[in-house]
């Protein structure tokens, strides 16, 4: 289906599913309490209410969140473009539709016919229920939504270069973010405030457990990502995280099918650091928008980092791999 | 940074490695103002000390090639001028043709007939 003829059905289901939460409340004015029970704790007792235009508003805009995201990727087409993202969209239009429409039939039946909202009980069952159907409209939606499995993905011509015998050929190249240095300094030097601060008796137990429970995996991700080093050779591509470069994230050569150059930037990834988008089978460590050297390995599986001169990286790696493959 | 280097090649380590560094400028895969790899990244490559990398860059600062910074590395400065480039490339024509039993003087002959 195309992208525009997706928009129209998220469209006009759209419409009917909002109907519905306006029309199904008006239908039952009559039979019910004003203000109305709107949360129950977890003894399934009302302990909160909302009048009934209010709670017609919320129960709109439960949905409405949906629905705009859903039409709003569904005009992006190409975000639509992998088999997951499809799944995901279908199943996400009718599974949140039948959740959003599920609460408010949950409301209204624990509402109807009672004389005050203290007196509407909402039996746990039908919560379930509603939570269960969700579920299940949503994969069978995403099912049959998927369409066709996504096509192999080609790539640019890789390039090459020439292997003189005698020689040895290595390549090199590391990528610094500044920000991420400049965050994870922050972060080491509010560690050590902490520390100071805890061992001073200011702060206590339960405080600097907090602390250092944020703040050291915070430090050395941020210090690891801040910078990455990468060296092709006869070996392969290895990747050495932070600035000692430690550790290493190795690619053998004889596991490489291809390398090559692309040009993107975090907005494609969805930030900075170690980043991965579910379908693309790519992880990428970005640093910096701009070009990027892109190892595809023989199982499909891609690794792509932001580094300078990535082209003679790729170069380097393809001219050993065409020695591994002919030897 | 692409480094090669020539296992055959009798000249001193440092000479060598500056001439690689000195190509891969002058290829323009770094620009000027462009932050190389530290010196540390290179000797670890190349599986040499980094003490032969870091006089191979000292050799390029004073050609006015490079520029150290405290607490920002070595980055570039300029381009290298192109008989420092062609000495290079004619020395790597000149190891060339030694692998195929030419001598310079015959180098120089097949020059003279291109010419």
């Not at chain 1, 997951?84 to 039939?105: D, I, K």
């Not at chain 1, 405080?207 to 392969?236: C, Q």
């Not at chain 1, 490489?256 to 930030?271: K, L």
Request: glycine residues 12%; hydrophobic residues 50%; aromatic residues 8%.
């Amino acid at each position: 289906m195309t992208s525009r003829g997706r928009a129209v059905v998220a469209l006009v289901w759209g419409v009917l599913v909002t109907t519905v939460l306006i029309g199904l409340p008006l239908a039952l004015r009559d039979r019910l309490p004003d203000p109305l029970a709107t949360h129950w704790d977890g003894g399934f007792i009302p302990d909160g209410h909302t009048s009934f235009g209010g709670s017609v508003l919320a129960d709109l805009f439960l949905w409405g969140v949906g629905w705009a995201f859903l039409l709003g990727t569904a005009l992006r087409g190409t975000v639509l473009d992998t088999r997951l993202w499809r799944a995901l969209w279908w199943g996400f239009l009718f599974g949140w539709a039948v959740f959003a429409l599920g609460v408010q039939g949950l409301a209204l039946y624990a509402n109807l016919d009672v004389a005050d909202w203290r007196q509407a009980v909402l039996p746990g069952w039908l919560l379930a229920a509603v939570l269960g159907s969700a579920l299940a409209a949503g994969a069978v939606a995403g099912l049959l939504g998927r369409g066709e499995p996504d096509p192999p993905r080609d790539h640019p011509v890789p390039p090459s270069m020439r292997l003189r015998p005698g020689r040895r050929a290595v390549w090199v190249s590391r990528t610094t973010n500044p920000w991420l240095v400049g965050l994870s300094t922050a972060a080491l030097l509010a560690l050590v405030v902490a520390g100071v601060l805890f061992t001073t008796g200011i702060l206590t137990d339960g405080a600097a457990w907090i602390s250092l429970i944020v703040l050291i995996p915070l430090t050395l991700f941020g210090f690891a990502t801040s910078s990455i080093s990468a060296r092709a050779d006869e070996k392969g591509l290895s990747i050495g995280f932070g600035p000692l470069g430690r550790p290493v994230h190795r690619t053998p050569i004889g596991e490489i099918e291809a390398a090559w150059v692309e040009n993107y930037g975090p907005s494609r990834v969805g930030g900075w650091g170690v980043r991965g988008m579910p379908g693309t089978g790519r992880i990428t460590l970005m640093l910096r928008g701009g070009e990027c050297l892109v190892v595809r390995r023989v199982t499909g599986a891609e690794i792509a980092v932001s580094v300078d001169d990535a082209e003679h990286g790729a170069a380097l790696l393809n001219a050993y791999t065409a020695e591994t493959v002919t030897s | 940074m692409l480094l090669t280097l020539d296992l055959n090649d009798s000249r001193p380590l440092h000479d060598q490695v500056a001439g690689t560094i000195r190509r891969a400028i002058a290829d323009g895969s770094y620009a000027p103002g462009d932050r190389l790899p530290p010196a540390r990244d290179l000797a670890d490559a190349l599986g040499i000390n980094a003490n032969t990398v870091l006089r191979a860059l000292r050799e390029l600062r004073d050609e006015g090639l490079l520029e150290f910074r405290r607490g920002r590395g070595v980055s570039v400065l300029g381009r290298p001028d192109a008989r420092a480039v062609l000495a290079e490339a004619a020395r790597e024509l000149l190891a060339e043709a030694d692998r195929y039993g030419y001598g310079p003087e015959e180098v120089i002959h097949i020059i003279r007939e291109l010419s």
